[in-house]
Structure formats: structure tokens, C-alpha cells
């Protein structure tokens, strides 16, 4: 759903102090929120309209280290402005920060009317716009899994990594008696996000030590992006304000599980039928379902750059810890890397079980989705499912194994430079391949214990 407030109804929570602050946050290529924070009596009285921002922040890396070799923006071209557009419909209260309310801003040029291109959440709108001109309409959820530490933020940036505190000390998946325990922080994140006009359905343990999942309402596909960015921030806000850190990375540890981000999908008529759904199919699933699954399995080696952005990505992708190793399909299957999920009903759905925690939402639903309509477009046949243990499969479908091999796929991809656009395409693989070489240049942890003494 979007947003809570509109300007009329702002005005009297400003007027009474009750808000005396607005975020105006755009999304950057790491799915994070940049922006500034306005004085609310400023924002009314013309701030709402536009704002500006440096055009770097869509061509720096995890660092802000200002990224050389791209197209859009450089010390060559003077790293120039981005007009921050505020899409009104987000607006809503942060009940979680005190007198504080947040809009979404859209970036576009500077004559405020052409999205830039590159941007996150003009690259999902494209994609939204183009199923709604095939008649439908693109549904999805995503699923956050996060790991909480009793260390500080401040604790582990002086040091204490090495010495990382789950909140717990035990497997805690669906453990009503741990997350007791952890309530202190999960109840104000639950009732915090209600109150800013997310339907938050609930939280529960996960696979590991101090591993929590939280869930929100199955909704539109910019709807759902944007709820997943706020429902990250809002945890990382609750939790530092208790002098606990939380990670989205997709393996903290490679002695834990990972922490995924599973994208669910359907889509539906414009007069609310669920066009995924087929009563007579032995699992449901009407012929529309199935182009829309074999295109995004005949493209799930290219998409893969755009749902595991980083080196670390990958290392989740491994045996029995419930993370996919092979981009194949099977019904109602978590060993695959595309799982069917509402088998026999109207909320038959793909479950895309590859991206981690630190996914940009925009970029994997836009990706899965540009996927899907080009299989739909082509008619494209569905391959056989695949049954049983997915991981022990031979000759299946493998996801690829690291980021180099993604990028490469990405780049090659005529059917992601058909959707998004050649610039599109070359910016976000100029992104992986700046993430690969800062990876390869720096000596790890694991480097040192190995080889420091023994070499």
C-alpha cells in the first residue's frame, strides 16, 4: 500500500510539532536511502516540489568512493546535479523516529520530467509500465532475513569483529521461546512499520543464531521495493537506537546460514484475476505461468549479477543450508533455485529463491520481471520440473559460481539491453566489475591464517 500522508494532512502534524522533520530519501544503486532532511515548515511551503542531490551518488560503490569509468557521471564531466523529485504517494510518518515523516523521491533530469535512466526505481517502473501494457499487473513480495548482534555499531567499527554477538546462541527457526527473548526489539519493529503504512504480516526466527526473517503484505512491484528499502532501514534504525547492530550481508560467517531475500511473483488481470492460475493444471499453473517461468529460467544465468550484486553474494549459494545452487524448477521444493509456491490455488506464485538479504529490490524485481514478459512474449516452453533433492542434480542448470562469471552474463545479455537499455546494462556491470577488482586487491583474514606462518 502506499504511503499514509498527504500534504493536506501533514500540514496540521507540522503545525502542532507533532512532525517537525521530512526525509526526501532517493534509492542508490545499493538499494540504500540518500537524501536530505528537510524542516517541515520548509518542505510545505515549496521543498515538496523538488530538491537536488549529486549525480555520484548513482556511480559510487558501498564506500561512496567515487567510482571511476562511468558514463553518467565523473570528475570529467563535474559530477553534476540530479534533480530529487518527491513522489507524494510514499509519504508517510516513521513512528520509530521521533517527529520524523518520509518521501520517496523519484531522480530525473534536469528539466524534471525524463527519469534517469540508471535509477533504481525508474529501471522497475519501466518494467512495471511494460506488463501493465500487456494487461497486467506485476505482484510480488520479497522476504528479509537479517542476522542482530548485541554489539553496537560504534563497537564493531572500533574493533569488536572479531568478537560478533549473535543475540542468541542457538538455531532459533520458528523458535517462539528465543524470540521471546528478542521481542524487545521485534515488537517495536512490527508496530513501527504498521505505523508507517506497512502491512507487516510477522516475524519469526531463522536458520541460525540470532537469524530473524520479517514479512509484509504480498502488494504491486513498486510497492513492494519500496516497502522492503523501508522495512531495511527501519530495522537498522531500531536496532542501533538499542545499542544493537543487524547485517543484511548475504553470509556474515561461512560456518552460518545465509540471509536471503526470496522475490515472490504473480501476475493479475486488470480486473483482479489471478492470471497464474489454471484449475485443470496438475499444479495450478495456466500457460501464461509457465512462459512467464521459462523466460526466466532460459535468462537466469544473466539475471543472476542483478539478484547477488557482490562478491560475497555467492558464498551463500552452497549445500544444505537451504540456499539454491541450481536455477532450475520444482513444485513446493526449497532445494530449488525456483520454487512453486500456492500449488492448486489462486495464489500460485514463483518463489525466485536466489537473492540474498543484500539484494536492490528494484533491480531484482525489474530483472525477474523483464525475464518473465520476454518469456511470455516469446512463448517460450517450460522445461521439465525437476524433483526431489535439487542439489544432488546432474546436469541441471548451475547458478553461477561467482561474480566475474555474472557480470559476464549480464553483459552479454540482449535480452536485459532490449528491457533496460545498453547504458543500463553497462552501468551495473561497470558496478560488479568495481566490486571484483576492489575484492581481488585486498589480502583477507582467511589469507592470513593460512598462509602467514606456512607459506
Given at each position: 500500500?502506499?504511503?499514509?500522508?498527504?500534504?493536506?494532512?501533514?500540514k496540521?502534524?507540522v503545525?502542532?510539532?507533532?512532525?517537525?522533520t521530512?526525509l526526501?530519501?532517493?534509492?542508490?544503486?545499493?538499494?540504500?536511502?540518500m537524501?536530505?532532511?528537510?524542516h517541515?515548515?520548509?518542505f510545505?511551503?515549496?521543498?515538496y516540489?523538488?530538491?537536488?542531490?549529486c549525480?555520484?551518488?548513482?556511480?559510487?560503490?558501498?564506500?561512496?568512493?567515487?567510482?571511476?569509468?562511468?558514463?553518467?557521471?565523473?570528475?570529467?564531466?563535474g559530477y553534476?546535479?540530479y534533480?530529487m523529485?518527491p513522489?507524494?504517494?510514499?509519504?508517510?510518518?516513521?513512528?520509530?523516529l521521533?517527529?520524523?515523516?518520509?518521501?520517496?523521491?523519484?531522480?530525473?533530469?534536469?528539466?524534471?520530467v525524463?527519469p534517469?535512466?540508471v535509477s533504481?526505481?525508474?529501471?522497475?517502473?519501466?518494467?512495471?509500465?511494460?506488463?501493465?501494457?500487456?494487461?497486467?499487473?506485476?505482484m510480488?513480495?520479497?522476504?528479509?532475513?537479517?542476522?542482530?548482534?548485541?554489539?553496537?555499531?560504534e563497537?564493531?567499527?572500533?574493533?569488536?569483529?572479531?568478537?560478533?554477538?549473535p543475540?542468541?546462541?542457538?538455531?532459533?527457526?520458528?523458535?517462539?521461546f528465543?524470540?521471546?527473548?528478542?521481542?524487545?526489539?521485534?515488537?517495536?519493529?512490527?508496530?513501527?512499520l504498521?505505523?508507517a503504512g506497512?502491512?507487516v504480516?510477522?516475524t519469526?526466527?531463522?536458520a541460525?543464531?540470532?537469524?530473524?526473517?520479517?514479512?509484509?503484505?504480498?502488494?504491486?512491484?513498486?510497492?513492494?521495493?519500496d516497502?522492503?528499502?523501508?522495512?531495511?532501514?527501519?530495522?537498522?534504525?531500531?536496532?542501533?537506537?538499542?545499542?544493537?547492530?543487524?547485517?543484511?550481508?548475504?553470509?556474515?560467517?561461512h560456518?552460518?546460514?545465509g540471509?536471503?531475500?526470496?522475490?515472490?511473483?504473480?501476475?493479475?488481470?486488470?480486473?483482479?484475476?489471478a492470471?497464474?492460475?489454471d484449475?485443470d493444471?496438475?499444479?495450478?499453473m495456466?500457460?501464461l505461468?509457465k512462459h512467464?517461468?521459462?523466460?526466466?529460467l532460459?535468462?537466469?544465468?544473466e539475471?543472476?549479477a542483478?539478484?547477488?550484486?557482490?562478491?560475497?553474494?555467492?558464498k551463500?549459494f552452497?549445500?544444505?543450508?537451504?540456499?539454491?545452487?541450481?536455477?532450475?524448477w520444482?513444485a513446493?521444493?526449497r532445494?530449488?533455485?525456483?520454487?512453486?509456491?500456492?500449488?492448486h490455488?489462486?495464489a500460485?506464485?514463483?518463489?525466485?529463491?536466489?537473492?540474498?538479504?543484500?539484494?536492490n529490490?528494484?533491480?531484482?524485481?525489474?530483472?525477474?520481471?523483464?525475464?518473465?514478459?520476454?518469456?511470455?512474449?516469446?512463448?517460450?516452453d517450460l522445461?521439465p520440473e525437476f524433483s526431489?533433492?535439487?542439489y544432488?542434480?546432474?546436469?541441471?542448470?548451475?547458478?553461477?559460481?561467482?561474480?566475474?562469471?555474472?557480470?559476464a552474463?549480464l553483459l552479454?545479455s540482449k535480452m536485459?539491453?532490449?528491457?533496460?537499455?545498453?547504458d543500463?546494462v553497462e552501468?551495473?556491470?561497470?558496478?560488479?566489475?568495481?566490486?571484483?577488482?576492489?575484492?581481488d586487491?585486498?589480502?583477507?583474514?582467511?589469507?592470513?591464517?593460512?598462509?602467514?606462518?606456512?607459506a
Amino acid at each position: 500500500m502506499p504511503g499514509t500522508l498527504t500534504l493536506e494532512t501533514l500540514k496540521p502534524l507540522v503545525a502542532s510539532g507533532e512532525i517537525d522533520t521530512v526525509l526526501v530519501a532517493a534509492i542508490d544503486m545499493q538499494g540504500r536511502l540518500m537524501g536530505k532532511r528537510f524542516h517541515a515548515p520548509f518542505f510545505l511551503d515549496g521543498g515538496y516540489k523538488e530538491t537536488h542531490c549529486c549525480n555520484y551518488l548513482l556511480a559510487v560503490d558501498m564506500e561512496m568512493n567515487t567510482v571511476p569509468g562511468y558514463k553518467t557521471s565523473s570528475w570529467e564531466k563535474g559530477y553534476g546535479d540530479y534533480m530529487m523529485k518527491p513522489d507524494l504517494a510514499t509519504m508517510r510518518v516513521l513512528p520509530w523516529l521521533p517527529g520524523t515523516a518520509l518521501v520517496l523521491a523519484d531522480l530525473m533530469e534536469h528539466d524534471g520530467v525524463t527519469p534517469v535512466a540508471v535509477s533504481p526505481r525508474a529501471i522497475l517502473k519501466k518494467q512495471v509500465e511494460r506488463a501493465r501494457a500487456m494487461g497486467f499487473e506485476p505482484m510480488m513480495a520479497t522476504e528479509l532475513e537479517f542476522y542482530i548482534f548485541d554489539n553496537s555499531y560504534e563497537n564493531l567499527r572500533d574493533g569488536g569483529l572479531a568478537a560478533l554477538q549473535p543475540i542468541s546462541g542457538y538455531n532459533e527457526d520458528y523458535h517462539i521461546f528465543q524470540t521471546t527473548k528478542e521481542e524487545g526489539l521485534m515488537r517495536p519493529l512490527r508496530n513501527g512499520l504498521h505505523g508507517a503504512g506497512i502491512p507487516v504480516e510477522n516475524t519469526k526466527g531463522e536458520a541460525d543464531a540470532g537469524q530473524h526473517e520479517v514479512n509484509y503484505k504480498y502488494s504491486d512491484a513498486l510497492d513492494t521495493a519500496d516497502n522492503h528499502i523501508i522495512v531495511k532501514q527501519a530495522v537498522k534504525d531500531i536496532a542501533h537506537a538499542q545499542g544493537k547492530s543487524v547485517t543484511f550481508m548475504a553470509k556474515y560467517d561461512h560456518r552460518k546460514a545465509g540471509s536471503s531475500s526470496h522475490v515472490h511473483q504473480s501476475l493479475w488481470t486488470k480486473d483482479g484475476k489471478a492470471a497464474f492460475y489454471d484449475h485443470d493444471d496438475t499444479h495450478g499453473m495456466s500457460a501464461l505461468m509457465k512462459h512467464f517461468l521459462a523466460g526466466q529460467l532460459a535468462h537466469a544465468t544473466e539475471l543472476t549479477a542483478l539478484l547477488a550484486p557482490y562478491v560475497n553474494s555467492y558464498k551463500r549459494f552452497c549445500i544444505g543450508l537451504f540456499a539454491p545452487t541450481k536455477a532450475v524448477w520444482s513444485a513446493d521444493n526449497r532445494t530449488a533455485g525456483f520454487r512453486i509456491c500456492g500449488l492448486h490455488s489462486k495464489a500460485i506464485r514463483v518463489e525466485c529463491r536466489i537473492p540474498g538479504s543484500d539484494v536492490n529490490p528494484y533491480l531484482a524485481c525489474a530483472a525477474l520481471l523483464a525475464a518473465g514478459l520476454e518469456g511470455i512474449e516469446q512463448k517460450l516452453d517450460l522445461e521439465p520440473e525437476f524433483s526431489g533433492d535439487v542439489y544432488s542434480a546432474k546436469n541441471a542448470r548451475e547458478i553461477p559460481h561467482n561474480l566475474r562469471d555474472a557480470a559476464a552474463a549480464l553483459l552479454g545479455s540482449k535480452m536485459l539491453r532490449k528491457a533496460f537499455g545498453d547504458d543500463v546494462v553497462e552501468h551495473y556491470h561497470h558496478a560488479a566489475q568495481w566490486e571484483i577488482t576492489e575484492a581481488d586487491r585486498v589480502v583477507t583474514d582467511f589469507e592470513l591464517q593460512r598462509l602467514l606462518e606456512r607459506a
